[in-house]
């Protein structure tokens, strides 16, 4: 399975929250090959899914505060389910500071949201990559995650 953490617009700038989404990012790939990527538009992002169609559609789960809130077990479900039923790429994407569009929505699978609290965008990746690499530990069975 391919995991893409998709953002539109910032990226690079080196800071804290940046070195911290970077630590999850590398622990990634000892169960999924992971990209990262930022894109300039909400457009440019569609355009790159509908580009990534293979064997099977990929997945698009967007960041949004009307999306279901998960538990860790329940995206931890939800990732298993999906990898179990043979989907070969995951993209969770964090929108633009406006929010995402109408049709944005209408194209993704899921909506997820974060919690009721507005995150700044780089919070918010830290904690989707840190959600990410959590679900899998659970899947896993590996101690990270030692449930509470």
């Known amino acids: 399975m391919k995991i893409t953490i998709a953002a539109i617009g910032g990226g690079g700038r080196g800071d804290a929250l940046e070195a911290a989404a970077e630590v999850y990012l590398a622990r990634l790939p000892q169960y999924a090959q992971v990209d990262a990527r930022f894109f300039r538009s909400e457009q440019a992002l569609i355009e790159s899914v509908e580009k990534l169609r293979g064997r099977t559609a990929p997945v698009l789960l967007l960041l949004d505060s009307r999306g279901k809130a998960f538990t860790s077990e329940e995206f931890a479900a939800w990732v298993g389910r999906q990898r179990d039923n043979g989907i070969q790429h995951l993209v969770f994407?964090?929108?633009?500071?406006?929010?995402?569009?109408?049709?944005?929505?209408?194209?993704?699978?899921?909506?997820?949201?974060?919690?009721?609290?507005?995150?700044?965008?780089?919070?918010?990746?830290?904690?989707?990559?840190?959600?990410?690499?959590?679900?899998?530990?659970?899947?896993?069975?590996?101690?990270?995650?030692?449930?509470?």
């Open 93 to 148: 994407a964090i929108g633009p500071a406006d929010g995402w569009s109408a049709k944005a929505r209408e194209s993704a699978t899921l909506l997820v949201s974060l919690g009721a609290m507005t995150l700044p965008h780089e919070l918010a990746r830290v904690v989707l990559v840190e959600q990410v690499y959590r679900a899998f530990t659970i899947l896993a069975n590996h101690p990270y995650h030692g449930g509470h």
